[in-house]
């Protein structure tokens, strides 16, 4: 019993918390905002207009290529105590913090908005 109790609170933090940056290294697309039934249904539609295209195609090179908002946005990134820095080529600084990871998604705050982020295969480029 003690094993189990072990095992399931091993597999549990393994998914929540990012332990290095290939965890965050790869492709992700906005798919949902996090705990829209805590907002009212004018706020969803409008948080989902604004960043239901988003992409972040995070690199093992440790570049960066974005798509926010109708832009597209290139640099580089780090990632340090569940802590995603972005370092955008246009000189601007950004801070994504992780609230969870596992291997299929990720839940960020990017600002004061946070959303869940499905893994995906990266388009071709």
């Known amino acids: ?6 095992l399931c609170l091993f597999a549990i933090s393994s998914m929540t918390f990012a332990q290095s940056a290939d965890d965050v290294a790869g492709f992700w697309k906005f798919a949902d905002v ?10 969803v539609e409008m948080l989902t207009g604004f960043f ?15 798509f926010i908002m109708g832009s597209e946005d290139l640099g580089k990134w780090s990632y340090a105590d569940m802590e995603i820095q972005i370092a955008s080529d246009k000189g601007e600084n950004q801070t994504l913090k992780l609230v969870e990871i596992g291997e299929d998604q990720m839940i960020v705050t990017i600002g004061r908005g ?8 990266a388009p071709k480029e």
């Not at 996090?34 to 004018?42: C, F, P, V, Y």
């Not at 946070?114 to 295969?121: G, I, L, P």
Request: charged letters at 30%; hydrophobic letters at 40%.
């Open 52 to 66: 239901g295209s988003m992409t972040f195609h995070f690199k093992e090179d440790g570049t960066y290529k974005a």
């Open 1 to 6: 019993m003690k094993f189990l109790l072990t």
């Open 114 to 121: 946070t959303f869940v982020m499905a893994s995906a295969e």
């Open 34 to 43: 996090h705990e829209k039934e805590n907002l009212d249904a004018e706020s």
